[in-house]
């Protein structure tokens, strides 16, 4: 089964989408679980799969998400490989995706990910910077909710109706969505990390939750994606590639790993429940 994690951040800027991308690409490279990774575009906008796709000319996929979603072909119909060098595929976005928008249904994508959940080690979606129909279906379809998030004191005070949304899906849709934390981006290295925004931090989610790695700005994080590169192959060695790296190896798994026992835990004391009822 695939491990589904939901990158979401309503705020935009936030280093969202670039940080989806290393993820995945970094679960290919460092993980154990399996080398294969599948990104699902869910913002309109399409940047993921612009850059995934090796195109930046405008032009949307003749197969997407949308196509998947409103079941005009299949979700296996609908991915394609990407340019990276690591082991990608996509389910690209769409601009129609907008049209999804205006609708209540937030499951749709959930069914499509379970019918893809046993091809892939991993599966990340990305989402637009909003908290509607789109970013429902991805909390609603995920195992995990990953926030990145910038540093500064202008975006923590969104996160509090981000942690409402997360409570709300978990009180109903998807009772087994965890959060697997808060990843701080777009740091000024020059710069110390303001404490007002750890505190601020800490009082919208637990520390636990707030990864110790911070992400700081780099000038190769930026240029990768224009590129059609992850950040590990366009330069293994500069200071972006290090931190996502790091992070990914000595947080993020090891994160995931203690998430993963805690939710077994939880289905078999649920299960045991239902056996005596």
């Not at 990305?126 to 609603?140: F, I, K, R, S």
């Not at 200071?239 to 289905?267: M, P």
Request: hydrophobic residues 40%; positive net charge; proline residues 5%.
């Amino acid at each position: 089964m695939s491990n589904v994690i939901a990158v979401v951040n309503h705020k935009g800027g936030t280093g969202k989408t670039t940080t989806a991308i290393n993820l995945a690409a970094g679960l290919t490279r460092y993980s154990d679980i399996t080398s294969s990774c599948l990104v699902i575009d869910m913002d309109p906008h399409g940047c993921a799969s612009s850059t995934l796709l090796g195109k930046l000319d405008g032009q949307p996929p003749a197969r997407s998400v949308f196509d998947v979603l409103r079941r005009a072909i299949t979700p296996q119909d609908g991915i394609t490989s990407t340019v990276y060098d690591e082991n990608i595929d996509i389910l690209p976005a769409n601009p129609y995706l907008e049209s999804m928008a205006k609708t209540q249904i937030n499951d749709r994508l959930a069914k499509v990910v379970a019918s893809l959940s046993t091809s892939y080690g991993w599966i990340i979606i990305d989402t637009p910077p909003n908290l509607g129909v789109l970013t429902q279906n991805a909390l609603v379809a995920a195992d995990y909710v990953l926030i990145p998030t910038q540093c500064n004191g202008l975006a923590v005070p969104a996160l509090h109706q981000l942690k409402a949304l997360i409570a709300k899906i978990q009180e109903r849709p998807n009772i087994w969505l965890q959060v697997l934390g808060v990843l701080i981006t777009q740091k000024d290295g020059r710069t110390p990390l303001q404490k007002h925004v750890r505190r601020e931090l800490s009082q919208i989610f637990p520390a636990a939750d707030v990864f110790k790695t911070i992400i700081t700005s780099n000038i190769k994080i930026e240029e990768a994606p224009a590129n059609f590169q992850s950040i590990y192959a366009y330069d293994s060695g500069c200071l972006g590639a290090s931190l996502y790296r790091d992070w990914i190896k000595k947080e993020f798994l090891k994160k995931h790993q203690k998430l993963e026992k805690l939710k077994v835990e939880r289905k078999d004391a649920a299960e045991a429940a239902a056996a005596e009822s």
